[in-house]
């Protein structure tokens, strides 16, 4: 399981990507969402203002109609008493033949609900139709014979379409002829208007969805360039990677050198040499003890002396490569033990303070800071020229720092690179291992070197005592 969750957490380029597409994929999809509602919002009122305009144009046609319809036959209906049948007769006629267009024609409803006219429907005639609805229960009958017996008004509903046999939505006009008790009356279908409505909401949708189309391919262009800006720091990144890593590795196979040449050296020109005279010491010991000389004695001391100066400087370089101390006792007696071997070696005045903190150093963080300390009194001696230097090591509340100071020439870059040298290099590597900062403030005056180490590099004073009894850094 633990290495399926491995293989499912994204990794630190991925991390990245994602930090930078989510938020510009949520504010494609907020400013699509926003764009498309806001259309929709404007289109549907252009659509309804759209057909309100329509309406009131058919509405106004019809009127057009129904007014000239009575004009065409007032001279007989003004005239005509109320039961003057053969009046009725004429004007139901004439109202008959107004045949126009492909559906449109007059009707006439007495106050009873008895169809008088429709020329479109012959069937209707003279039947009682009160009551009627159409198929969604709308009153047409009813309806038309209220709205006469109030003067005039529209009314729309549902009805059969001549030229189609197919029901369709009708606006009518009706205006009522209250001497003879008539809903007099035309329409028109808005089908066509209901089409143009809803082609222009499909028009709406198609722009809709174009703009999403156009967003999305927006979005995608961006992620596109996000991924690939990435990718290409991401090879960049990973070409000075590689180069810094080369460049590391051959430092170290350096430093390695380098180590094993003063190792070298110091065998050869220390214990070498050491080991030569104790060889021959023993060597003039055994010729005066086979003549029976009583220098022979001499002889022997010196060879042994000359072995305790090889154990010596054999502890000597054993302490160098890895001091045990800073395991037995400490950072802190560790470094008390560097400086005076500094000061005795050579001659420069050499001061170490420290005070006892409860928090313990752990391993990694005493070997950085003890092979930094080590590394500056290194440097100190070889290119400074101090005469007086000062060791401090402190703990707090932020971890733990070393601080370095001389009243040397100060460090100056290596010449024609600008850069620092290597042993400052490994200095700040050490600290960027650990999380720490190392700071470098240098003048002709002297130069202060101070590392720190973050509290995570801390452990317990139970555990820490557990560790090592006898430690105090």
């Known amino acids: ?110 106050y009873d609900g008895t169809n008088l006219v429709s020329p479109r429907r012959t069937s209707m005639i003279g039947k009682d139709w009160s009551g009627l609805t159409d198929s969604e229960g709308t009153p047409i009958t009813d309806r038309l014979i209220e709205i006469a017996r109030q003067g005039s008004g529209y009314h729309t509903y549902l009805w059969p379409k001549p ?82 890593l080369k460049e590391l590795t051959q430092r170290v196979f350096d430093a390695q050198d380098e180590e094993r040449g003063r190792v070298a050296r110091e065998l050869h020109d220390g214990i070498s040499q050491i080991l030569v005279g104790v060889k021959y010491a023993l060597d003039i010991a055994r010729r005066r003890l086979a003549t029976g000389d009583a220098r022979a004695e001499q002889a022997l001391e010196r060879g042994q002396e000359n072995l305790s100066g090889a154990i010596q400087e054999v502890r000597r370089i054993s302490r160098d490569l890895r001091p045990g101390m800073l395991d037995d006792l400490g950072l802190g007696p560790a470094l008390k033990a560097l400086t005076e071997d500094f000061h005795a070696r050579t001659g420069i005045d050499t001061r170490f303070e420290t ?65 620092p040298g290597i042993g400052l290099r490994n200095m700040q590597e050490r600290m960027d291992q650990l999380g720490g900062s190392l700071r470098v403030l240098s003048s002709r005056s002297g130069t202060v070197i101070e590392a720190q180490i973050p509290l995570s590099h801390l452990l317990p004073p139970e555990e820490g005592a557990a560790n090592s009894p006898r430690a105090r850094a």
């Open 355 to 419: 005070v006892v903190f409860r928090n313990r150093i752990d391993q990694e963080g005493r070997i950085a800071l003890y092979r930094i300390a080590q590394e500056a009194l290194t440097n100190i001696e070889r290119h400074s020229g101090a005469t007086r230097v000062e060791m401090d090591l402190r703990g707090h509340r932020r971890g733990a720092t070393l601080r370095v100071s001389d009243n040397g020439c100060g460090i100056a870059p290596e010449e024609g690179t600008g850069r």
């Open 163 to 244: 030229s189609t046999g197919e029901e369709a939505r009708m606006i009518t006009f009706v205006l009522g002829f209250q001497d003879w008790q008539w809903a007099v009356g035309t329409g028109v279908w808005i089908d066509d208007i209901v089409e143009e409505v809803a082609l222009a909401r499909a028009g709406v949708e198609a722009r809709v969805q174009r703009t999403f189309l156009y967003i999305g391919a927006i979005t995608l262009i961006a992620l596109l360039t996000v991924f690939l800006s990435g990718l290409m720091m991401n090879l960049r990144e990973r070409r000075l990677a590689d180069a810094k």
């Open 1 to 110: 399981m633990p290495s399926i969750l491995d293989r499912l957490r994204p990794s630190y380029g991925q991390k990245l990507f994602l930090l930078a597409s989510v938020p510009l994929i949520l504010a494609a999809a907020a400013i699509a969402a926003v764009v498309a509602w806001q259309s929709r919002a404007v289109a549907e009122r252009e659509i309804r203002a759209l057909e309100t305009t329509l309406i009131e144009t058919k509405k106004q046609e019809l009127r057009n109609y129904v007014t000239q319809a009575r004009n065409g036959f007032y001279f007989i209906y003004g005239v005509a008493a109320p039961d003057d049948e053969q009046a009725k007769t004429r004007v139901a006629q004439i109202l008959a033949a107004m045949i126009y267009g492909e559906d449109g024609s007059f009707f006439v409803y007495d």
